[in-house]
């Protein structure tokens, strides 16, 4: 929905495939139904670009300096790989897992997007504190 604010006429969603298998299609198009229902819309177009007034037109204005790295818990994590999956798909490779199957994080590769914790079907990973980005 975020990107239909935006301007989107249309999303991709390759990743929650993959994740999830098809049957999701069914499940975001009855989540998107009920969202706009809830707003009061008719249809998707009457939404479509409405979050534009409040998008800065400049990126001197973004903080680069810091990200928010990901935390894995060990006592929750089942060692299934999907955090490792996801941010290679998301083109960072920035977590693998070491021998035992227990997530390790790359922080000069890490961009803080959290895919992995979106991912995560034991939720054992959270955000941990905004750190200072080395730069190389």
Known sequence: MEYILLGAGSIQVTTAVMQYG???IDDL???LNLYLAE???SSVEEARGLALG???ETTDVLERDTVVFPKFHREKCIGCGRCVISCADGGHQAIHLS???WPILDGKKCVGC???VLVCPERAISSSRKRIRKRN
């Open 54 to 56: 409040s998008v800065s």
């Open 99 to 101: 021998e035992d199957r």
């Open 29 to 31: 198009k009855a989540g």
């Open 39 to 41: 707003k009061g819309f």
């Open 114 to 116: 959290h895919l992995c």
């Open 22 to 24: 098809y049957r999701i």
